[in-house]
């Protein structure tokens, strides 16, 4: 692991990164756990470089928050060159910092930015980047129960042109933001709309990164489900309109009899990092998970024959989000009375209790952000 030092009082060593340090003093209390909500609140300090294309990375800093100057013509703006990831941090009870999965968030992100045209820094540089912001920003970790600070890092094209090309200047930044308990009143099943007129994504498109694109074009559907009462959108597959795929923006899984299923990566969903260790959790349990594709229709059979168990969504704002009810135009379909099943509690519990290090980590997930004196 590597420590993230204090060797001057403007430079800060992270890794490979000397990064410049401007700081302002808090000014700002940290707001009360009921108050923080999500990505409404955000730190003192930001973290941002820049990319030229023959220069490559430079200017590693820690700068106030603020308004980002861009040109006009940049390459975000025109042709949609913006990608982000997200994870967060977490205070244990004795104080201590923790990272969850920091790096396979790292990674994903610099191994996403090419099916953009973007350049991205490496994963390591990513991950030191964020561990630095983190550390630095210490005091912003919130410590109810249930709260975390939420990590940001994104990148877009800043070159400012007109023409369809990738762009040759970039910039790469994270945030934080704290936010409150995603279930403030306790975790409750949400019901969903099967969407079967618009996609989320095609086959050789962009539904395996986390681009800004992909979250634009799900928003009509998912406003107009949340007009019917629904929290979010159960994406069926390009072609077909008949294959289960995410849901919102969480990956889905589904108890059918003796398996659980889930979406296959392939290109057309996100390979995300909940996804992972939910399934990792599952094995470990002795359940038996395919990724597989699936169609509602065997959802559907399932509830007819009595051989469908518990539906969850996964991903890193709610970690585990329970299904209770599917609707779509020719009517709906329960999955649950009402209450959290037993399988999506023990997911959430044990998930939580490793990220707050209260639960052993074998599978070394978590990461401390140690502080230099």
Not at 129 to 157: H, N, Q
Not at 292 to 298: L, Q
Not at 319 to 338: A, M, N, Q, R, Y
Request: with cysteine; hydrophobic share 40%.
């Amino acid at each position: 692991m590597t420590s993230t030092t204090l060797t001057a009082p403007d430079l800060i060593t992270a890794g490979k990164l000397e990064i410049k340090v401007t700081s302002i003093p808090r000014t700002r209390s940290m707001p009360k756990a009921a108050e923080l909500g999500f990505g409404r609140i955000f730190t003192d300090h930001m973290f941002a470089m820049d990319y030229e294309e023959g220069r490559g990375w430079f200017d590693a800093r820690i700068v106030p928050y603020g308004p980002i100057p861009m040109d006009p013509g940049a390459s975000a703006l025109h042709y949609g060159q913006a990608m982000f990831d997200g994870c967060k941090a977490f205070r244990a009870r004795d104080g201590r910092i923790l990272l969850f999965r920091n790096k396979r968030h790292a990674a994903r992100m610099s191994e996403g930015a090419p099916r953009l045209g973007m350049t991205a820094p490496d994963a390591e540089t990513i991950h030191a980047a964020m561990k630095a912001l983190v550390d630095f920003e210490r005091d912003w970790v919130p410590s109810e129960p249930g709260t975390s600070l939420y990590l940001r890092p994104t990148l877009i094209g800043t070159e400012g042109f007109l023409g369809v090309r990738a762009a040759k200047k970039y910039m790469f930044f994270v945030i934080l933001s704290p936010v409150g308990a995603y279930y403030p009143d306790g975790m409750k099943p949400v019901k969903i709309w099967v969407e079967k007129d618009y996609i989320r994504a095609a086959k050789g498109g962009l539904g395996a990164v986390k681009a800004g694109a992909n979250y634009a074009a799900s928003l009509y559907a998912a406003t107009a489900a949340q007009k019917r009462g629904y929290a979010q959108v159960l994406w069926l597959d390009a072609l077909e309109h008949r294959y289960c795929e995410e849901v919102g923006v969480m990956n889905l899984f589904v108890q059918l009899k003796d398996e659980i299923v889930t979406a296959p990566l392939g290109g057309t969903i996100l390979a995300g990092v909940t996804r992972d260790s939910v399934i990792t959790l599952l094995r470990d349990w002795g359940y038996t998970v395919n990724e597989r594709r699936y169609a509602f229709d065997e959802v559907v059979e399932a509830r007819k024959n009595g051989t469908l168990g518990e539906v969850f969504g996964t991903g890193t704002a709610a970690v585990i989000s329970p299904v209770g009810e599917f609707g779509f135009t020719e009517g709906s379909l329960k999955t649950s009375d009402g209450a959290i099943g037993p399988l999506a509690q023990r997911l959430y519990s044990t998930l939580t209790a490793i990220q707050y290090g209260e639960a052993p980590d074998v599978h070394g997930w978590t990461e401390e952000v140690t502080r230099v004196a």
